[in-house]
C-alpha cells in the first residue's frame, strides 16, 4: 500500500480473489487501476469499495454475469423488476437447500449402515410395497420403455441396484434389479414398468455381511443362505428369496473386501 494505493497482491489478499479475478473486473471495466512507470496497477478506495460491493451479490449467490445484468446502474432496472431476481433466486436456494438436507440425509443413513458393516447384527426393518426391475426384464425392454429406465434413474437415491437370491430348480441364484418403493413412485409420479414385479410388504430380518471380492459370487449366497437358515431356525416363515445390496468395496491388508446388506422377509407367525 502506497499513499492510499493498493497492489494487486494487497487487494486479491483482502478479498480472497485470485489475481485473475481481479484483473476480470478490471476488464468488465468495473474497477479502474492507474499504472505506473513500470506498468504496475495500483488500486484506489474507489476501486476497494466496488469490490466490496460485488462480493455483497457474490454472497447472495449472484454470479458475475448476473450481477451485471442487475445490480449495475447499465442494468436499468426498476426496483420491482430487481425484487423480482432476488425473489427468483432465493426460490432457487430453497430448492437447492432442499437438495442438499436430502443429500446430508443419504450420507447419515450411508454411516449407519456403514456401522453396521463393522459392528454387524440382526435388526428387524418394515418393508413397505416394493417393485422390482430385473435384469432379466432389462434385455426384454425395447427403445418405447428407454423413458421409464430414465425415470427410474433420475429419481435415485429412492431407486436402489441389489441382488436377488432366487430359488429354482437348479438351485440359488443371484439376479441383479433396479428397485423403488411404491410409495416413492408413486409421489414422484414415476410410472411403474409392467415388466417389473412387485412384492408385498413383510417384515425382513437385516444383517451385514463381508465377501472376498475374488470368491463372489459365491461367497455371498453362501453367507446370505446361512442367514437365510437362522432366520427359519428362529421360527420364522420366510420368503422364497433372499434379497442383497452392495454397500461398500475397499481393500484391506491386500484383499479387496465387499460389503453387504442382506434382507431375508418373512411372514409374522
Known sequence: MKNGWFTIKEVSDLFDN????????????????????????????????????????????????????????????????????????????????????????????????????????????????????SADAF?????????????????????????????????????TSLGIIEANARAAGIPLHPKMRKLQASKAAVRCVCCEWDAMPGQLIEKALAFRDEVIASGKTVHSFVSTSLILVHTQEGKTIEYHKCYVPFQDC
Open 139 to 175: 434385455a426384454k425392454m425395447t427403445a418405447a420403455d428407454l423413458p421409464t429406465l430414465k425415470a427410474l434413474i433420475a429419481a435415485m437415491p429412492l431407486t436402489s441396484v441389489h441382488a436377488d437370491l432366487i430359488e429354482g430348480p437348479s438351485g440359488w441364484r443371484s439376479v
Open 18 to 133: 485470485t489475481r485473475g479475478a481481479i484483473r476480470f473486473y478490471e476488464e468488465k471495466g468495473l474497477i479502474h487501476p492507474r499504472r505506473d512507470e513500470h506498468d504496475f496497477r495500483w488500486y484506489s478506495v474507489d476501486d476497494i469499495f466496488q469490490l466490496f460491493y460485488l462480493r455483497r451479490y457474490a454472497l447472495m449467490s449472484f454470479s458475475l454475469d448476473e450481477t451485471l445484468h442487475t445490480f449495475v446502474k447499465e442494468a436499468q432496472l426498476t426496483l420491482p423488476e430487481i425484487q423480482a431476481q432476488i425473489t427468483k433466486r432465493e426460490q432457487e436456494l430453497d430448492v437447492q437447500i432442499e437438495r442438499l438436507m436430502r443429500q446430508r440425509e443419504e450420507l447419515r443413513k450411508y454411516q449407519r449402515v456403514l456401522r453396521e458393516c463393522q459392528f454387524p447384527r440382526t435388526v428387524i426393518e418394515e418393508c413397505p410395497n416394493y417393485y422390482v426391475l
